[in-house]
């Protein structure tokens, strides 16, 4: 097993007095693809916005050997944990350019001393050729797939060590669906460590190492994605199939 990235223990989040999450525990390895699975409202998004500090939480939460537990979502970013959300959150008045330089954040390494993969927009170009071609348009007159694709390439600005990405693939067409699996397996070859947010099977096969199934704010499975693959009354209980 390699080094632990990511370790999470008992995770408890709260919308004002309703608990959303109840014990929630998992790991993310070094350089591993993690994929958090289950239908609408099991509480994927909530994990996330817990792990980030945006909802109020409770439990253990170690990242690169640091307890973030009870840090603020801007210092936890600062320590490379990145997080492109659901809504996107594009500057819609912004050009593509301006929006990359709101996510840039110095260089960073890893705690083998190892540096982490340093991002320009030029790199991020090469990543999504579609962003290349109109770096003056602005976020507001991008496609749904367009604008996921910048906030993720916004994310990487920020030089993370670890990103967790909510729902990537959802609300975009297939072509996007596609070049966005392409990219987390570049980044897994990269060294990043990731955290996927997914409530259907076939994106997640494509990229993820290991699966945790979450429902009602609980973990109810875990494995590997070749055993959940192989698992149908898993998917049935608890996937959109
Ligand atoms: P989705 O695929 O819809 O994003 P999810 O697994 O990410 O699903 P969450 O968004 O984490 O699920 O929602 C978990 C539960 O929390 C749901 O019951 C949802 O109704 C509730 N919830 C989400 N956001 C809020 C909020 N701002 N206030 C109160 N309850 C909320």
Redesign the pocket.
């Known amino acids: 097993m390699s080094e632990t990235m990511l370790d999470v223990e008992g995770l408890k989040a709260w919308?004002?007095a309703?608990q959303?999450l109840h014990d929630v525990s998992f790991t993310v390895g070094r350089g591993e693809v993690v994929a958090l699975m289950?239908r609408?409202?099991?509480?994927?998004?909530?994990?996330m916005k817990a792990l980030m500090g945006l909802v109020t939480r409770r439990g253990a939460v170690r990242f690169n050997n640091a307890d973030v537990a009870a840090l603020r979502p801007f210092e936890i970013a600062r320590l490379g944990l990145g997080f492109t959300p659901?809504d996107r959150r594009i500057f819609s008045e912004l050009t593509v350019m301006e929006n990359l330089d709101i996510g840039r954040q110095p260089p960073r390494r890893f705690p083998d001393g190892q540096p982490a993969p340093v991002w320009t927009p030029q790199r991020l170009f090469e990543l999504f050729p579609n962003l290349g071609e109109m770096p003056n348009r602005p976020g507001g007159r991008m496609s749904g797939g367009e604008q996921q694709m910048l906030t993720v390439a916004r994310t990487l600005m920020g030089n993370p060590l670890m990103v967790l990405l909510d729902?990537p693939s959802e609300g975009v067409a297939p072509l996007i669906v596609e070049q966005m699996a392409n990219t987390i397996i570049e980044l897994k070859k990269e060294g990043l460590s990731i955290l996927l947010?997914e409530?259907n099977i076939h994106f997640a096969r494509l990229v993820s190492d290991r699966v945790y199934v979450?429902e009602k704010?609980e973990i109810h499975w875990q494995g590997t994605m070749a055993e959940l693959s192989g698992n149908l009354d898993i998917q049935r209980a608890y996937l959109t199939v």
């Open positions: 919308y004002g309703a959303i289950g609408n409202g099991a509480g994927k998004t909530t994990t659901e729902e947010s409530q979450l704010g």
